[in-house]
């Protein structure tokens, strides 16, 4: 029981994890490495960039976007929100799209093949749905 509670206790303690936040693409790039972000309508802009990390998973990358009161988060991480109600969506030109309802957000979930990391959409606007799904195409 030492053993096992010494083991837990050195992995615990050599996790080197990462939580940053940047106001731009290009700082955070610097940082983290390069990344893509999707294209984004006229108007809205990066407010803030978060890079999760906790050295064990893979790591969390959400961009921020706000035009004027209206906001829409994009990340790239693993796969989330498995147990969440979700809806697949039939797309010919992505296979694994899903719409997934999570309390009072929209998300879409999305990924090219599985050897892409997922992405996400998250809004609060139900009727955002179809332009999130061109975002996702054209990423």
């Known amino acids: 029981m030492l053993v096992l509670f010494s083991f837990i206790f050195s992995i615990v303690a050599c996790n080197d994890g990462q939580s ?5 693409k ?8 390069k990344f893509q972000v999707p294209f984004m309508p006229e108007g809205y802009i990066i407010k803030k960039i978060t890079y999760e990390n906790d050295g064990f998973t893979h790591p969390v990358t959400k961009v921020f976007y706000e035009k004027a ?13 498995d147990n969440s109600p979700s809806e697949k969506i039939e797309n010919d030109k992505i296979a694994d799209m899903l719409w997934i309802s999570k309390d009072k957000e929209y998300v879409l979930k999305w990924r090219k093949s599985n050897k892409h990391s997922y992405k996400y959409l998250f809004t609060r606007s139900e009727e955002d749905k179809g332009w999130l799904i061109s975002i996702a195409e054209n990423y």
């Open 20 to 24: 940053l936040t940047f106001e731009n």
């Open 26 to 33: 290009e700082d955070a790039e610097q940082e983290i490495g």
């Open 69 to 81: 009161s209206h906001k829409v988060t994009f990340m790239i991480a693993s796969s989330w929100f």
